[in-house]
Nanobody, 120 residues
């Protein structure tokens, strides 16, 4: 059973940077397409970024393109977030998919989330 755990969230000032990580207790994640999603208070969960099993293909939501970078190794997925703004404040979730990667319905396993708060 896959149990994803996010880490690295916290409080940062506008313009700052933060790196999130997602792991399954050190087990390999290389068989899964992986993604990051986020949910702000009062809003629906939204897609942030995804990365293929090989790590060679990535995709980003327009709202984070050129500011966020998704990456992975065999056991951990990362989300490097730069130029953060209060609009990025949300709970960030990592997810793993045995199939596609473009929609939240593709994902089979989800973490519990980590809070990211960007102060103005």
């Amino acid at each position: 059973q896959v149990q994803l755990v996010e880490s690295g969230g916290g409080l940062v000032q506008t313009g700052g940077s933060m790196r999130l990580a997602c792991t399954d207790s050190g087990h390999t994640l290389s068989v899964y397409n992986m993604g990051w999603f986020r949910q702000a208070p009062g809003r629906e969960r939204e897609y942030v970024a995804a990365i293929s099993r090989s790590g060679l293909s990535t995709n980003y939501a327009d709202s984070v393109k050129d500011r966020f970078t998704i990456s992975r190794d065999k056991t951990t997925m990362y989300l490097q977030m730069n130029s953060l703004s209060p609009e990025d404040t949300a709970i960030y979730y990592c997810a793993a998919s045995t199939g596609g990667w473009s929609r939240s319905s593709n994902y089979d396993f989800w973490g519990q989330g980590t809070q990211v708060t960007v102060s103005s």
